[in-house]
């Protein structure tokens, strides 16, 4: 096992859990989610139904950024589709539990959604959040 790895808290299961999924990334994610090409949009359609995939917090992070920077989306707007991306089917997303409640902060406050995330994980973990402020 490579040294990385070892220092982890993975068990093997949950390695061998991950090895069976496929990672989606962030572009088929978009295509899906946007519809800006609906014949690429249709494709992952069929992928998300025909294969056991999952897409990591930070996939749905840089597609959270995307559809507010280069599509120009509103925030609810975003964390309605974001939402609804997490149903389509069970264990899509990982840790969505995360994913719904930093869609929750998102919408509320004005805060970018990594920030939102990582409020996600104070709330079910208990974790503190080391923050620096800097004036501009």
Same mark, same amino acid.
């Given at each position: 096992?490579?040294?990385?790895?070892?220092?982890?808290?993975?068990?093997?299961?949950?390695?061998?859990?991950?090895?069976?999924?496929?990672?989606?990334?962030?572009?088929?994610?978009?295509?899906? @989610?946007?519809?800006?090409?609906?014949?690429?949009?249709?494709?992952? &359609?069929? @992928?998300?139904?025909?294969?056991?995939?999952?897409?990591?917090?930070?996939?749905?992070?840089?597609? #959270?950024?995307?559809?507010?920077?280069?599509?120009?989306? *509103?925030?609810?707007? /975003?964390?309605?589709?974001?939402? =609804?991306?997490?149903?389509?089917?069970? =264990?899509?997303?990982?840790?969505?539990?995360?994913?719904?409640?930093?869609?929750?902060?998102?919408? &509320? *406050? &004005?805060?970018?959604?990594? =920030?939102? /995330? @990582? @409020?996600?994980?104070?709330? #079910?973990?208990?974790?503190?959040?080391?923050?620096? *402020?800097?004036? #501009?």
């Amino acid at each position: 096992m490579k040294e990385h790895l070892k220092t982890t808290n993975f068990t093997a299961e949950k390695i061998a859990q991950f090895r069976k999924k496929h990672n989606i990334e962030t572009f088929v994610v978009l295509r899906f @989610l946007v519809g800006d090409k609906p014949d690429k949009a249709q494709k992952v &359609s069929e @992928l998300l139904d025909t294969t056991d995939c999952i897409v990591p917090i930070e996939v749905i992070a840089e597609a #959270v950024y995307n559809m507010y920077n280069y599509y120009g989306h *509103t925030r609810d707007i /975003i964390a309605e589709k974001i939402k =609804d991306f997490i149903f389509i089917k069970e =264990d899509l997303v990982e840790k969505e539990y995360v994913v719904r409640f930093g869609c929750k902060v998102y919408v &509320s *406050t &004005s805060l970018d959604f990594v =920030d939102c /995330i @990582l @409020l996600a994980y104070a709330n #079910v973990n208990g974790n503190m959040i080391f923050i620096i *402020t800097v004036e #501009v």
